[in-house]
């Protein structure tokens, strides 16, 4: 069956450093893949999407990356600021259809 | 202002007793989804509608029902709630197209069976 992972591990970084995430999938070719910012308590809100055949997509201070034959997507948030702080969700859509499942998400701490 | 909304925001309740859980999009979304989030085990779909009068089941459906009798409203049904259905619930609405949007969530109902 199709499988998200997401380092359940919280990632602590000094403000004005580069934050990286990472999202590992397996048994699956997903047409696309989304990534979502998540408050405490609050839903997720939508970032970015970038398609199997985008090696790269950028938007503001954020970068995702997404490498079909590792099964990867990364995610990056430059010049990183105490109030990016929250969790990040990667999602993936079910086989052909627009039914998305998503990770777990991993938690990103910024110290000033 | 383009929104989901859900209400009520927070309910408690006791085992057995019957509630809705509503859910209105304002954006002419053909497609609706319900998730329910726990702690560990991150949101998993309990039910989702493609366009009006289409329903479907999730990875989570047990105990729960949904109807789609008009475009902007999903709203979730929990016919006898058990404690085990104590979660954070969330609606979220997109275009069925694959364009560049992603999913719009409402904020969430955190419900308590007691």
């Known amino acids: 069956s199709q499988k998200i992972e997401q380092n359940s591990e919280a990632l602590n970084i000094q403000e004005g450093k580069t934050a990286t995430l990472t999202c590992n999938y397996t048994?699956?070719?997903?047409?696309?893949l989304q990534w979502y910012r998540q408050d405490p308590g609050r839903g997720p809100v939508f970032l970015l999407l970038i398609r199997e055949n985008e090696k790269e997509k950028r938007k503001e201070r954020l970068k995702v990356t997404f490498d079909t034959t590792l099964k990867q997507s990364l995610f990056h948030i430059t010049a990183s600021q105490p109030a990016d702080s929250a969790t990040y969700l990667c999602?993936?859509?079910?086989?052909?259809?627009?039914?998305?499942?998503f990770g777990s998400g991993t938690r990103l701490l910024v110290r000033p | 202002e383009a929104q989901v909304t859900q209400n009520p925001r927070y309910l408690i309740t006791v085992t057995g007793k019957k509630l809705t859980v509503t859910c209105s999009q304002n954006?002419?979304?053909?497609?609706m989804s319900w998730y329910r989030q726990d702690p560990g085990l991150g949101l998993r779909q309990i039910y989702y509608?493609?366009?009006?009068?289409?329903?479907d089941k999730g990875d989570v459906p047990e105990g729960y029902k949904v109807s789609r009798k008009e475009k902007r409203n999903f709203p979730l049904i929990l016919e006898s709630p058990s404690p085990n259905q104590t979660s954070l619930y969330f609606c979220?609405?997109?275009?069925?197209?694959?364009?560049?949007?992603?999913?719009?969530f409402g904020s969430g109902t955190r419900l308590t069976v007691v």
């Open positions: 048994n699956y070719s997903p047409a696309y």
């Open positions: 509608s493609m366009n009006v009068e289409v329903t």
């Open positions: 979220a609405s997109s275009t069925r197209g694959q364009g560049d949007g992603g999913y719009t």
């Open positions: 954006m002419n979304h053909e497609y």
């Open positions: 999602a993936l859509p079910m086989d052909s259809s627009y039914k998305l499942i």
